[in-house]
């Protein structure tokens, strides 16, 4: 053990930042972009349950500006003596409300 703390105290006491020589220890690591970073060892099921995921968070997301927009055409309609439209007002928040326990399990 004290073997390799020794090594890594000679290896951090030499490196050198400002070196940017392909012989370094240090200086052989590639850049990756994001996607080869997250699909590395992913296989096919793990690319589309990645693409389900994305899916469901997009949908789960708009539910709420989905939602405050038929909320604030339902107060918009009693304000206005429009009592009419309040049950399809009601569907529809049903449907978000029902989309949104289905989606928040992804």
Do not use: C, H
């Not at 390799?4 to 105290?9: D, G, I, Q, S």
């Not at 296989?43 to 500006?65: I, R, Y």
């Amino acid at each position: 053990m004290n073997e390799l703390a020794e090594l890594v105290k000679e290896k951090v006491a030499t490196y050198d930042p400002s070196d940017e020589a392909k012989s370094s220890e240090f200086g052989t690591l590639e850049k990756m972009s994001f996607k080869e970073l997250i699909f590395r060892y992913a296989s096919g099921s793990d690319k589309v349950m990645f693409g389900a995921a994305w899916f469901a968070s997009m949908m789960f997301g708009a539910a709420l500006p989905g939602f405050t927009l038929i909320f604030g055409e339902m107060i918009d309609s009693i304000g206005g003596n429009g009592f009419d439209s309040l049950g399809t007002q009601a569907k529809w928040m049903l449907i978000i409300g029902a989309g949104v326990y289905v989606f928040s399990f992804f």
